[in-house]
């Protein structure tokens, strides 16, 4: 039998067993107080792609087939200038908060599986706020927020439901992880199952896709909602995240395709595209469209080491390049006015303005004394009217300082005065001078078509499709360097420095640096906990505290 044949026995074998449901504790429809819900309230369904390159959708060029991400975004409003964090923890933060990462203390890296961190707790989350509204809220996939205790958990934030894994990265099919956090004796971590239904893990789907077990559960959740209770689909697929597994149907027309990475990460792509095409049948066949937002996005630029490209732009996944945050996002609904269906939108949106859009703009709630970096876009996106955002704080990472000799760079930010003596060299240290942001240390900000980054932005190369013929560009390397202004509009590839000829933008921007320096949360980034191990809690992981 093949995968897909397996796809639809599953689906309706799960769709039976979803009449037992609550003898797993799935409430899909709790009753509760529903005096805020309205028939016209819209549905939303937020799709997030893992990893998912800017060159691997069919619209941006791609030679893997997308036909259904292709159909959506053209019949809706494409979104060009869109951004999203460079990493998967402080992506997912922005979204559930509408703050930037600077605001909750993640500054710094992602969540692992052994650390004692998640989303702030005394902050509500999207979650929190639209169920507040009468909708049912609904996650499947990955989580990544955090789970070492269970107030943690997307149960406790918000979500009515949840089938999927806490942590950030998995095996396909297994479910299982190791422990996988740099600098941390991880071998004295064993493997662990990482799987839930609810609250409850669930070693019966061990062996099973989670794609096609992601859009099982979405079909499942669209056939079960009431005709009065407007909903909340949250769908973070791990695809296309490493590792590179996927059934070998979907490879099978990528087989010319000489790198194997490659070859595996395209058929990654189109089994998730098949997921979201059945989901979107779904929504058509239940007659659900009329009054429902899809949103699609990328959580950061594609991991080029893993078969993701984002071509023709600069760097990728983990960088403060244009390839690392510049996201592949649309919005399809029939709620768009018909003068911006079918049109690219190329004003400026973040990741953190999903929050007020979705609360404020669609669901018609309030968000009226919040601390939000977000913005409501929703006029922007439905109609067309100008972005209110005019700037975005990409990141400042005061843990991650690029050392730099101090003769290797004449820029005034330089802040000499700050530096400390090893060997026979001297370098910056991460001290600031009073009210001087220290360029070494590691951020990017963007304030209208201007971008500035500092520090060590990452790996900087422009990288071709696998088997494009495209030879690649490898910038020059200059020692002591630590300051690039770029005009992202007119130079979208990031292929001009303009740091030493506009010395101006970059004090205006610098400013803005240290502007955001002085609301900076420090980061919280804690050690490894043993008490994660997976042996100590029957082979999952799971709270410890």
Known sequence: MGSRSRFLKRWLDLGKLWLLASVYGLALAPAGDCSNTSATLPNIIFILADDFGFHD????????????????????????????????????????????QIHNGLAHGVIHAVQPNCLPLEDPTLADKLKELGYATHAVGKWHLGFYKKDCWPTRRGFDTF??????????????????????????????????????????????????????????ILDNTRPKKPFFLYLPFQAVHSPLEVPEEYVEPYKDVQDLDR???????????????????????LGLWENTVLIFSTDNG????????????RGWKLSLWEGGMRGVGFVHSPLLSDSVRGTTNR????????????????ARGSVAGMPLDGYDVWETISHGTPSPRTEILHNIDPLDVAMVPV????????????????????????TLQSGTFNTTIRAAIRVGDWKLLTGDPGNSSWIPPPDSGIVPIYPLQVEGKH???????????????????????????????????????????????????????????????
């Open 163 to 220: 089938f999927g894994f806490y942590s950030g990265s998995q095996h396909y099919y297994t479910h299982r992880r190791s422990c996988m956090m740099p600098g941390f004796d991880c071998d004295a971590i064993s493997k662990g199952y990482d799987f839930r239904n609810q609250e409850k893990s669930a070693p019966r789907y061990g062996g099973q896709y989670s794609t096609h077990l992601f859009a099982e559960r979405a079909l499942q």
């Open 263 to 285: 070859r595996l990460y395209s058929g990654m792509v189109a089994c998730m595209d098949e997921a979201i095409g059945n989901i979107t049948q779904k929504m058509t066949e």
């Open 483 to 545: 300051v690039w202004l770029f005009n992202v509009k007119d130079d979208p590839n990031e292929y001009s420095d303009l740091s030493d000829v506009k010395p101006d933008i970059v004090d205006m921007m610098v400013s803005r640096l240290q502007h955001y320096y002085d609301s900076l949360v420090p980061p919280y980034y804690p050690p490894g906990d043993f008490r994660a191990n997976p042996a100590l809690h029957d082979g999952i992981w799971t709270n410890w505290e």
């Open 347 to 362: 004003e400026l949106i973040h990741v953190s303005d999903w929050f007020p859009t979705l609360v404020a703009g669609i």
């Open 302 to 313: 594609g991991q080029i080491h893993q078969g993701g490209n984002n071509w023709p732009l």
């Open 407 to 430: 003769s290797a760079s004449g820029h005034q930010h330089d802040a000499s005065a700050n530096r400390h003596q090893t060997g026979d060299r001297q370098y910056f240290n991460q």
């Open 57 to 100: 959708v069919g619209y941006h060029g791609s030679a893997i087939k997308t036909p259904w991400l292709d159909k959506l975004a053209a019949e809706g409003v494409k979104l060009e200038n869109y951004y999203v964090q460079p990493i998967c923890t402080p992506t997912r933060s922005q979204l559930m908060s509408g703050r930037y």
